[in-house]
């Protein structure tokens, strides 16, 4: 064989560039709605007559100002900034040292109480939320914010410590001990060696307590009333559908907001997912 | 440069089970290099741990330079170790994981630069600094673990079986490497093997370890000519001494000490040997076969000879064969500890 690597015929690289292609519509095509329905004259969408990809009729800014100023939603948006933040740091703080600690149990136990604490992830938040809503309510909580930056937790702490348990055992003895052998405590070891190195199952337990605290329903629907308390994930379809009236332009800004800033850092940390997801496949 | 003492060091993992070392005492010398060999289980690692602080002793006291770490965590003690696996931190430069050391002890950044080069320039790595562990073959990993550990100039040295993920061709080169570099530095240190070859080429004495007791404890010489017992006779050598029982004694030869009989001169037990399977190495022919008639009829023994003189000799032939007295090894039966010479009669 001539050259460096091998040459592929003119088809395969037209199949590749197929397949890639086929997945980019695929993925970018929901955005594209999105987009296209938060500026669309709701009389365009309606009619049938009309082409579905285009716009027939002028564009307008009528939804995003009914969004923005009808409606709580960038009360919403704070709400679930602040919330998803809280829920983040507390994760963080509980799952990644119980993780760790899992871990590095040797024996059967710590695989045991690994598995024992993802079996309480499998509970639906739909048997809970009775139970819960009086624990809500003994603590004082209901109507508050706080009522889902605690009970979020329940749901993300043991899925977290799940996947990181993962990522920790990955993380040969060896490096550890050479760590203490070099100077460091256990404690050093653990800050400044296996944080840095299992860094990609840590953004990954970010994203995703992250993007639950936008997405939940039931349990920011029973624990808070007040619309000025909402979170995105409640306020929007509460509020953007009236009886059997959805308010799709103003619907599909609100998500289109919602997902960009998600979508970003998802793409932004891409190469990092796929090393988290590949660690310890190299010796 | 440091002493390393152990006093009945021991180490009981589960409770009721047997000790994976059992009050060990030994003694390195100042500036030796000291191996630990034994088969997988022996407790070599066990006890090299226990010295580093990284597995904490059920009994007995480490002592480093006449101070008792028993105590002491692995960063107060001085030392520095190369691990199986190298261990080399994959997210940081090969720069800073030799760095790294020197930063857990809070070493100026100006002097970590120069210790840095002067360690990267001994161990000819200097080119691969920028570099990440996983763009590095399995050689150069090797040398950058051990410029990691000589970078803050430890007292003592400790090396886990650091050669046995290379190839063999490496190895070899690397072993070479290896007792170059200790001539060098010159500190103490432990080396830890299964390899009886890696043992005998680089050790100035070598501990012979089995389940968690040292058998013997000498230069490659001492353990290789005069074995202390039967496990520490057969676990060197290969192929390993042969051993032939009678009544309360074991007699033990090497393998190039039964020659063909012509060969000989002085006394020497003489036997008839009928060879069953002939192994050619080139130099060296082994020779595996039955001793015929007399009083150690069929026992099964091998010998090593020089293609040169063993022309005549092919598989089903029966030989006079024979070993100078003065290379006949005995042990006691029920012990398998080494006696005094004995007179045995052969034929």
């Known amino acids: 064989m001539a050259g460096p690597g091998p040459r592929r015929s003119l088809a395969t690289r037209l199949g590749r560039w197929a397949i890639v292609l086929g997945f980019a519509i695929l993925l970018a095509f929901p955005f594209y709605w999105m987009a296209i329905t938060s500026f669309k004259q709701t009389a365009d969408l309606y009619d049938v007559e009309h082409d579905p990809f285009i716009f027939n009729a002028p564009p307008t800014l009528a939804h995003l100002r009914y969004l923005f100023e009808q409606t709580l939603f960038v009360r919403w948006f704070w709400n679930t900034t602040l919330a998803g933040a809280a829920v983040v740091a507390i994760t963080l703080v509980l799952a990644v040292p119980a993780a760790w600690a899992l871990a590095r149990l040797t024996g059967r136990w710590g695989q045991q109480l690994g598995i024992g604490i993802f079996l309480t992830y499998l509970v639906p938040p739909t048997l809970l939320f009775i139970p819960m809503s009086r624990v809500i309510s003994t603590l004082g909580l209901q109507d508050t914010l706080w009522a889902i930056i605690v009970t979020y937790p329940t749901f993300t702490v043991p899925f977290s410590i799940w996947l990181l348990m993962g990522f920790f055992k990955a993380i040969p003895r060896d490096l550890e001990d050479a760590a203490l052998v070099d100077g460091l405590t256990r404690f050093g070891a653990f800050v400044k060696l296996v944080i840095p190195i299992s860094l990609s199952g840590i953004l990954t337990v970010v994203i995703f307590s992250f993007t639950l605290v936008t997405q939940e329903f039931v349990y920011a629907l029973t624990f808070i009333s007040s619309a000025e308390h909402q979170t995105i994930g409640v306020g929007v379809p509460i509020f953007l559908v009236r009886g059997d009236v959805y308010y799709w332009g103003s619907l599909m800004a609100a998500c289109l907001i919602a997902s960009i800033p998600i979508a970003l850092v998802y793409n932004l940390f891409l190469d990092r997912f796929i090393a988290g997801f590949t660690v310890g496949a190299v010796k | 440069m440091a002493i390393v003492e152990t006093r009945k060091l021991t180490k009981v993992f589960g409770k009721g089970e047997e000790g994976a070392v059992n009050a060990v005492d030994l003694e390195t010398r100042d500036g030796e290099f000291l191996v630990f060999l034994g088969p997988s289980g022996s407790g070599k690692s066990t006890l090299l741990r226990m010295i580093a602080g990284l597995e904490e002793p059920t009994a007995g006291d480490v002592l480093i330079g006449g101070r008792v770490v028993t105590r002491l965590p692995p960063r107060a003690r001085g030392i520095a170790m190369v691990f199986q696996s190298y261990a080399l931190y994959p997210h940081l430069s090969v720069a800073r994981n030799i ?10 950044r100006e002097r970590r630069l120069e210790r840095v080069h002067w360690a990267a320039q001994l161990l000819g790595i200097g080119h691969l600094l920028e ?43 690397a072993r070479e490497e290896l007792t170059q570099f200790h001539k060098r530095v010159g500190t103490t240190t432990i080396y830890v093997t299964h390899d009886q070859v890696e043992a005998m080429a680089m050790g100035n004495r070598i501990a012979v370890l089995e389940k968690g007791v040292v058998r013997q404890i000498g230069t490659p010489r001492e353990v290789y000519n005069e074995p202390a017992d039967t496990f520490v006779a057969t676990f060197l050598g290969s192929p390993p001494m042969n051993l032939v029982e009678a009544e309360d004694v074991i007699a033990g030869f090497r393998p190039e000490s039964l020659i063909p009989l012509a060969m000989v001169q002085g006394p020497a037990a003489a036997v008839r040997f009928r060879v069953t399977l002939l192994e050619y190495l080139g130099s060296e022919r082994i020779l595996v076969g039955v001793i015929e008639g007399g009083r150690f009829d069929g026992r099964k023994v091998i010998s090593r000879v020089a293609t040169a003189s063993s022309g005549g000799i092919g598989e089903g032939t029966a030989h006079d064969f024979a070993v100078p007295e003065q290379e006949l090894k005995f042990f006691d039966r029920a012990t398998g500890k080494r006696i005094a010479p004995r007179v045995l009669q052969w034929r």
Request: hydrophobic share 40%; charged share 30%; no cysteine.
């Open chain 2, 131 to 173: 570099r990440r562990p996983r763009e590095l073959s399995g050689g150069e990993r090797q040398r950058v673990a051990l410029a990691r550990a000589i970078v803050r100039e430890p007292t003592v040295f400790l090396l886990d079986e650091p050669l046995s993920n290379l190839d063999a061709k490496l190895r070899a080169s």
């Open chain 2, 99 to 108: 760095a790294f050391p020197l930063k857990a002890h809070g070493v100026p």
